[in-house]
């Protein structure tokens, strides 16, 4: 995908996955690309279709939960485009767990009950549900790996006043719930998922996607329990998939260590598990679409001309 260039731009940040340009000191149009990471490392190959699949799972649930906190997003004018407003963000990303299981699971299987100062019990299994969402901060790395944290150290090292942790940390909850009811319809289960958010002046603002396959963890509900009570690997619906693919074949993005080969199959693989989870969650039928850089460059221009951004 080529980097475009439009009326008003001032600044140009190209992520692991998504592409963002700042258009004068307000706004913001954000492309999610086809790019997949993993262990903070960009694969080597793109997934077909992952961009329209985030971008729409992400416009699909902001609009389900605007009620509970402002959000960014104001159109959505191509298949893997969203603009809205730019906001100051907390560097700090808000992890809810519902269920014992990625990082968290790792974390236990150390023997260690507490992580980013959430306590877990004893006697918990993977997959486990937690007796309540856990929140489990980590800090927003510019680049390199995002590191835990717990909200004693958020707030004594300035990444958020105490009042504002609060209000993260409701909004955080309040939006789980929203995710967990949304899934439970499409009978799946929202394990765990991290949001951020930002201010412009003094109100806090929901920022960039929720509930994507990329953010979020999910496990189908039918046969959950039955699963869970003989020990059995749950069905999950995630990018774990792919970390796991990649922890078989060696590879944890640590140093020294190279990205194994990603063939055409397991690119199919991966792209079919993405417009899966697209049409599980949202309950919608995925239409792919392959505008071009032209036609989705137009788009947006006359988007930003409607919202008076340019």
Sequence with gaps: MNSFQF??????????????????????????????SAFDVILPRPIPYKGQVLNQIAAFMLRQT???CPNWLRDVPAPNASIGLRCKPFKIEMVVRGNLVGHGWRTYQTGQR??????????????????KPIITPSTKADAGHDEDITPDEIIRRGLATAD??????????????????????????LADTKYEFGRIGEEIYLMDEIH???????????GFEEKQQ???????????????????HNF???EGQVVPEMDEAWIEVISGRYIELYEKVTGQPFHPQNLGDEETEKRIINS???????
């Design 114 to 131: 507490r992580l980013c100062g959430a306590s877990m019990a004893e006697g918990m299994k993977e997959n486990d549900f937690f007796p």
């Design 7 to 36: 009326p008003g731009q001032t600044k140009f940040y190209k992520g692991k996955v998504r592409d963002v340009y700042s258009i004068g000191s307000d706004w913001l149009v954000m492309i999610a690309s086809d790019r997949i």
């Design 304 to 310: 930003l001309r409607t919202l008076g951004a340019i």
């Design 252 to 254: 944890m993005g640590k």
């Design 164 to 189: 504002e942790w609060e209000q993260l940390s409701g909004y955080a909850l309040k939006l789980f719930e929203r995710g967990r009811g949304i899934a439970a319809r499409q009978g799946l289960i």
């Design 66 to 68: 605007e009620d509970i």
């Design 212 to 222: 994507t396959p990329d953010s979020s963890r999910y496990f189908i509900a039918d």
């Design 230 to 248: 003989r020990g059995e690997r749950q069905l999950q619906l995630s990018k774990e998939f792919v970390r796991e693919w990649l922890m078989e």
